[in-house]
């Protein structure tokens, strides 16, 4: 818990700086890509709330086998655009939330263990701005982030077990590395969200995890 507190403090310390960044930049800038008036605001940075709801597939390989269980993950949370260029539409993304995800973690004995996870969740992405219009545009992304897991359970039959215990069927841990790809459109102050995300380290021993993020957001 130390270290989750230590991980809490540093996000909150940097959003806090990435703010205060991009104010620094002006709130209203019009570099000739037909900003509208909120897309505008993104010459100054910019920030916005987000909440997803995506089909996650968790995936078990070890010794050529692979075996596919389909689970489900929620999320929400905040992120923070940092313009990188005076008089270029392109911008470093750091944000943090909260994710919740259940599902069957598969193993090679073919027994089923339902697991379910909460943790902290900070994406850093790379973001480039394509107008279309006064109030119109597409924010294509691509990054990293880590995941840590402050609580979990799995439960085998009617037994239930804390994932991240030293007795649990199954070695959950608690930090994971991943990746993400994806576009945004953002309608006025509306942002709609279509991705893909999939861990770089396993959530599991010998279990990954990939997911089509679905998320619906405004700008603040």
Excluded: W
């Amino acid at each position: 818990m130390k270290k989750l507190g230590v991980i809490l403090a540093a996000v909150a310390l940097f959003l806090g700086s990435a703010s205060a960044s991009a104010q620094q930049f002006g709130g209203v800038r019009d570099y000739g890509y037909g900003y509208g008036r909120h897309i505008t605001f993104l010459g100054g940075g910019m920030t916005h709330f987000h909440a997803g709801l995506s089909p996650m597939t968790l995936t078990y390989k070890s010794n050529g086998i692979y075996t596919s269980k389909p689970g489900l993950s929620l999320d929400a949370g905040m992120a923070s655009m940092i313009p990188l260029a005076p008089a270029a539409p392109v911008y470093a993304e750091v944000g943090f939330g909260v994710q919740y995800s259940t599902g069957k973690l598969a193993e090679s004995t073919a027994l089923d263990y339902k697991a379910n996870a909460f943790g902290i969740k900070v994406p850093v992405n790379f973001t480039y701005v394509l107008n279309f219009g006064p109030s119109v545009a597409l924010m294509p992304y691509v990054g990293a982030g880590m995941l840590a897991n402050i609580s979990g359970s799995v439960k085998v039959d009617s037994v239930k077990f804390d994932l991240y215990d030293d007795n649990s069927p199954v070695d959950g841990n608690r930090f994971v590395l991943g990746g993400q790809v994806g576009c945004r459109l953002s309608v006025n102050r509306f942002l709609f969200g279509v991705g893909y995300e999939r861990s770089i380290t396993n959530v599991a021993k010998h279990i990954s995890a990939s997911q089509v993020a679905i998320s619906l957001g405004v700008i603040l």
